[in-house]
């Protein structure tokens, strides 16, 4: 069956190290997304990519950055990572097109900055 | 400006009875779908249901149905006959052609049934 995973499911950083989380989807979906998910702001857009070489930053996206090397993979960079980046972290993906196509989501990473 | 608004932070439903979460959006888009997912305490994000802002029927999927009143800008979930496994995060979520298809979340509504 097809499928999103993201690895690690959990991590512990310190500020100021560089962070990448990983998301693989075997749906051949062209669009990816990433989130983070914060208590009283619901899931907010980090950066999406709609195929291979292309990436857009979503409303959150100052401190991380994507790149899109082939259709399954699009990992997630905390250049330097910050306190304010502790966060549960969602991926997913969504064939290209009509506005009625879900977005299928990873079970999300949980990262802690101290 | 928000796009969607969830003014339940939560809710109490007893096993049984229906529930309706409340969802209100923003958009100028004359195309849009609007989605409903569940987070249940495990963390995953499940879809749920879509209407798309054409469609003239109100969305249904077994015990899930969209009350949809375009001119409200309202995209109500309604649960009927809650069970135990429905207590859960709802989020509300809204895509627009003239956005990208990007998704934009509400902020959810914790729902708990009680027995």
Same mark, same amino acid.
């Given at each position: 069956?097809?499928?999103? #995973? ?8 310190? #500020?100021?190290?560089?962070? @990448?989380?990983?998301?693989?989807? @075997?749906?051949?979906?062209? !669009?990816?997304?990433? %989130?983070?998910?914060d208590?009283?702001?619901?899931l907010?857009?980090?950066? &999406?990519?709609? *195929?291979v ?9 100052? *401190?991380?950055?994507?790149? =899109? ?15 304010? /980046?502790?966060?549960v &972290?969602?991926?997913?993906?969504s ?20 | 400006? /928000? ?6 932070p ?14 209100? &959006? ?16 495990? *963390? ?17 999927? *077994? =015990?899930y ?5 375009? $001119?409200?800008?309202?995209? !109500?979930?309604?649960?009927? $006959? ?7 995060? &709802? ?7 003239? !956005?990208? %298809? ?7 509504? @914790?729902?708990?049934? =009680?027995?």
């Amino acid at each position: 069956d097809a499928e999103i #995973t993201q690895s690690p499911r959990h991590k512990i950083t310190e #500020t100021g190290r560089q962070v @990448t989380l990983a998301c693989h989807q @075997t749906w051949n979906h062209n !669009n990816m997304f990433w %989130y983070r998910q914060d208590l009283g702001h619901g899931l907010r857009l980090i950066h &999406y990519s709609y *195929g291979v070489h292309d990436t857009n930053k979503g409303e959150v996206s100052d *401190g991380y950055s994507v790149s =899109r090397s082939n259709t399954e993979d699009l990992p997630l960079t905390l250049e330097s990572a910050a306190s304010s /980046q502790t966060s549960v &972290y969602f991926c997913a993906s969504s064939s290209a097109g009509a506005s009625y196509n879900e977005q299928f989501f990873g079970p999300g990473t949980r990262l802690t900055v101290l | 400006a /928000q796009k969607i608004t969830q003014t339940q932070p939560g809710m109490f439903v007893q096993e049984k009875e229906a529930v309706t979460l409340d969802c209100t &959006y923003d958009t100028s888009d004359p195309s849009y779908g609007l989605f409903w997912y569940k987070q249940p305490s495990s *963390g995953e994000m499940i879809f749920l249901i879509y209407q798309g802002s054409y469609d003239q029927q109100n969305a249904t999927e *077994g =015990r899930y149905s969209l009350n949809f009143q375009k $001119a409200r800008k309202s995209a !109500n979930l309604v649960i009927s $006959a809650s069970q135990l496994g429905d207590s859960a995060m &709802y989020f509300c979520a809204m895509r627009e052609v003239s !956005n990208d %298809y990007k998704l934009s979340f509400g902020a959810g509504t @914790t729902v708990t049934v =009680r027995a």
